[in-house]
């Protein structure tokens, strides 16, 4: 964990964090003026996202004021880990030979699930769920830890420092262009430039853009047996019928992306050798086309094309 002078530099040195710091408005808590000055990192109800500590909870959430998104039907509402450790539960499942899901009940925020990727150059989380408790940090350390994390885009951040903090301040690993969207600034948030990321491990973090400015998938080559996988996150989503993915620039809002951006995602996803997919839920053709996906996913990009005119 960094020093103060660590925090404050790193908030001074870019526009990370400014959305988070207006965001705390009055209810930050700390006289030295960085978020983690004390207090509680209060988590969105919503979209699970912690904010830093401060006195009182925030005044909102502009990852669900963001037309992406949403504010709940009764407004605003705000919970911490500690309530979330007493009511909900991760599961940890083997999906494949290296890759573990990990899921949380009752559903937590948006309903995602993370993954562990397991390799002798160290385990990589991708993506990331709201809860982390003591046992769900006991099997992660049983499956050799956490080495690095990478999200796919902002929706998923939720406790990212928490568990970059239980696993040794495990490097996170983010497009640059999702920077404003970081509500909760650490000095393990690295951020990317560019279009491509080796991670080590074999992996590889590519940039498509599209439900985010900086969204990234991560290709995992060693996946489906040697045939390659790619863990798409929210896009491609996998759609009810597993035959088919699509790519929205808002899933709860339906608001479409246009052709240029279907294009330019279909274009990066091009080179990646990939017979699988998994996606962010399991209850979207149980959240795996097991095989034949990029085929899938360029069939479901011409007929997407064909839909928007
Ligand atoms: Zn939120
Ligand atoms: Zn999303």
């Known amino acids: 964990m960094g020093s103060d002078r660590t925090r404050r530099a790193f908030l001074k040195d870019g526009s990370v964090g400014a959305a988070a710091l207006a965001a705390i408005g009055s ?32 005044d909102r959430c502009p990852i669900c004021e963001d037309e992406r998104q949403y504010v709940g039907p009764d407004g605003q509402k705000w919970t911490t880990l500690e309530a979330i450790r007493g009511t909900h539960r991760n599961t940890i499942r083997e999906e494949e030979p290296g890759l573990y899901s990990i899921s949380t009940e009752p559903r937590l925020g948006i309903g995602q699930r993370a993954f562990l990727i397991r390799s002798d150059a160290g ?3 991708w993506d990331c769920v709201g809860l982390i408790d003591g ?3 006991a099997r992660v350390r049983e499956l050799g830890g956490i080495a690095r994390i990478a999200i796919s885009h902002p929706h998923y951040y939720t406790t ?17 262009a999702e920077g404003p969207w970081v509500m909760r600034p650490d000095p393990a948030v690295r951020f990317w430039s560019g279009e491509r990321l080796d991670l080590g491990a074999g992996l590889a973090l590519i940039r498509t853009g599209g439900h985010f400015e900086g969204y ?25 019928d597993s035959r088919q993915v699509s790519f929205m620039y808002s899933y709860p809002n ?7 951006a279907i294009r330019r995602i279909r274009a990066c996803l091009d080179p990646l050798p990939f017979d699988r997919l998994y996606g ?20 479901s990009a011409d007929r997407y094309l064909r839909a928007i005119g």
């Open 27 to 58: 209810g930050r808590g700390s006289a030295s003026g960085r978020p983690d000055g004390g207090g509680t990192a209060f988590i969105c109800e919503t979209c699970a996202t912690q904010f830093p500590e401060s006195a009182r909870a925030p």
């Open 160 to 176: 990212m420092i928490e568990w970059s903090r239980a696993f040794g301040d495990a490097p996170i690993h983010i497009h640059e």
């Open 123 to 125: 385990n990589t989380l």
């Open 216 to 240: 990234q998938v991560l290709h995992w080559p060693g996946g489906a047996g040697g045939k390659g996988a790619l863990m798409a996150g929210d896009q491609p989503q996998i759609c009810m």
């Open 135 to 137: 046992p769900t940090v």
């Open 254 to 260: 339906y608001i479409p992306l246009n052709a240029p």
């Open 280 to 299: 962010a839920f399991f209850l979207r053709g149980k959240g795996v086309i097991p095989a034949g996906a990029k085929a899938t996913v360029e069939r």
